[in-house]
Every structure is written in C-alpha cells, then in structure tokens.
DNA sequence: AAACCCGCCTGTGCGC
DNA sequence: TGCGCACAGGCGGGTT
C-alpha cells in the first residue's frame, strides 16, 4: 500500500508522537506478520527512550537510547494508528474502518500507544542488527529526494537494461521508495512511455525523468500522501494527492495535459500501469 | 546478471 | 441477495 510519501508522512505524524517518550512495553499480538517476530523483540525498547523516527525507502526506523532500533515496514495494507483509549473505542474503528482483530503489535509508552494494525500481513515489525545494518535493507538505492539520485545516475544505472522504465521505477534496489502510482504519475510527468525500454531513453529524458520524480514525491507529501482505500495517517486523516493524479485510476477519463481521453491502462509484469498514449513516448 | 513468476494474506467490488 | 472471481498501493525468493 504505502509508497514513499505515505510512509513519510506517517514517520512525521509518529515523530511528533513518540520522539523523546519511553517505551513502557511492546505487546506482540501474534508470532508472525510477514516474518516470525524476532527473539526478545517484546522485550527489547522496554524502559528506552525514542530519539528519532527515521526513514529508509519505505521502511521507518525508530532509535532509542539504548543503542538498539525497530524498523517497521507497512506492506500493502499495514497502519499506526494513534491510541491511547482507542483500544476500547469502538466508535473509533468504525469511523475507521479498522479491525481491532488485525491488531498485531501494540507499543505503549508513558501516555500514549501506537498501534500496528494490517489485515493482509505484508508488513513486518523488527530490530536492526546491533550494527544498525539490516539484510532488507542493504541493497536498497539511493533516496530519490537525496542529491545523489539525478539522471546521470540514472542513466549510468539503465544503460543496458532491456526492461521497461515502469519495471524499474518499482525496483527499489534502483532507487528506495517508488510504487505503482507514483511510478505512473511521474513517468506521465516526464512524458515517457512506461513500456519503453529502460536502456533505451536519451540522457536528457532522464534528467527529466529523475526531477519528475522528485517533484511528483515532494507535492504527494506535502498532501499528506494519497488515500485510495486504507491509508490514513497516524492520527487518522486521508491524504488528499488521489486528487491530484494525472493518470493512475484514470483510464478512459480525459488527460489533464492533452485533453484527450488517451489514458490507458495496461499491465507490466502482472501489475497496473496507467498513462496517456498521446503525452508520453 | 537479469528477467520472470509465484507466494504470502485479507478485503472489496464486480459480474452473473 | 448471494457467490465466485479478480484484483489491490509490496517484496523476497526461486527458477530460467
């Protein structure tokens, strides 16, 4: 579900929450979600105090005192949700559509709770190796928001590669954090075909292509991210960028750009592609 | 090495 | 109204 920009807006709806709070318990609701939890996991923050809620790609990762870090990753339909009394509220999981038996992990500080909630159980809750490393996240690429990530490097990245640009866009060994929709709205942005061949686009296209990208994530998170279904930031509220889509759900409706009812909608490697067949080549 | 395909899960919306 | 099916924002791992 959840691609950079919701991911970071939760991070920064979770900082303000927990950062400088300690952790009264962790209370682990099953054995697994994606993976089986890790050994001492309930046992581990018990007592420390948050310093800093960070980001790598899609994954958040929590810092405490003590040295030792969570990292919490929301798969496709995994959420925080804020709760101190909301355990018991009835109310608040209609409102919210939630369903307090996909409550997987619960952490409860001083005063305040955060819980783990995800119906599909693609997420996954764990701790970074003492030495802050973590296997699922060693290969990952550059941030896209980060310097490091333009189109030269693209294009150093691309040279011989025979798959199409939207197939690479979602290999977050290339670049930490792009999914299907924004995969879509910033190839749409840069006016590339998502069928072309990755290898095969001039330099100054992906120039274009990695500003598309940056500019595409940077307006999704200053709108709080995009709602389709069930994302909501930690406090609850929806994100408001489904608004902005130019291309992504839209097929047959008209092109924002063009003005033709050229969007299409296609399938890459069994997953949902959406463009304009007259803005982009 | 790169490309392809499968599996992991539940919930929803669609066509019949 | 009910039922079965396809599909959904992700990712790792196996095979070719």
Same mark, same amino acid.
């Given at each position: 579900m959840p691609e950079l920009p919701e991911v970071e807006t939760v991070r920064r709806g979770l900082a303000d929450l927990i950062e400088g709070r300690s952790f009264k318990s962790i209370q682990l609701n099953r054995k697994d979600i994606r993976f089986p939890m890790r050994d001492g996991l309930g046992d581990? /923050?018990?007592? @420390?105090?948050?310093? +800093?809620?960070? %980001? %790598?790609? !899609?994954?958040? &990762? &929590? *810092?405490? =005192? #003590? /040295? !030792?870090? $969570?990292l919490i990753h929301l798969g496709m339909s995994g959420r925080l949700i804020l709760g101190a009394d909301v355990m018991a509220d009835e109310l608040f999981? @209609? !409102? @919210?559509q939630i369903n307090p038996r996909h409550n997987h992990v619960i952490m409860t500080f001083n005063d305040a709770a955060v819980i783990y909630n995800d119906p599909r159980r693609f997420g996954m809750v764990d701790l970074l190796d003492? =030495?802050?490393? +973590?296997?699922? $996240?060693? +290969?990952?690429?550059?941030?896209?928001?980060?310097? *490091?990530?333009? #189109? +030269?490097?693209? /294009? @150093? %990245? $691309?040279?011989?590669?025979k798959t199409s640009i939207k197939e690479k866009l979602l290999d977050q060994n290339l670049v930490a954090g792009i999914g299907n929709i924004y995969a879509s709205e910033s190839l749409h942005l840069a006016g590339i075909n998502p069928k072309r061949k990755a290898g095969n686009i001039a330099l100054a296209r992906l120039v274009n292509l990695a500003e598309a990208i940056r500019n595409t994530l940077q307006r999704a998170i200053e709108a709080g991210g995009s709602s389709l279904k069930d994302y909501r930031g930690v406090r609850g509220a929806p994100g408001y960028f489904q608004h902005q889509f130019n291309v992504y759900d839209r097929a047959g409706e008209m092109c924002r750009s063009c003005g033709k009812d050229n969007i299409r909608k296609i399938q890459q490697s069994g997953r949902a592609s959406y463009y304009c067949a007259a803005c982009q080549r």
């Open positions: 581990v /923050a018990r007592g @420390q105090t948050v310093t +800093h809620v960070g %980001r %790598r790609g !899609k994954y958040m &990762i &929590i *810092e405490l =005192d #003590g /040295a !030792k870090r $969570l999981y @209609q !409102k @919210q003492p =030495d802050g490393g +973590h296997y699922l $996240l060693a +290969h990952l690429g550059p941030e896209p928001l980060a310097n *490091e990530f333009d #189109g +030269h490097w693209l /294009a @150093q %990245r $691309l040279r011989f590669s």
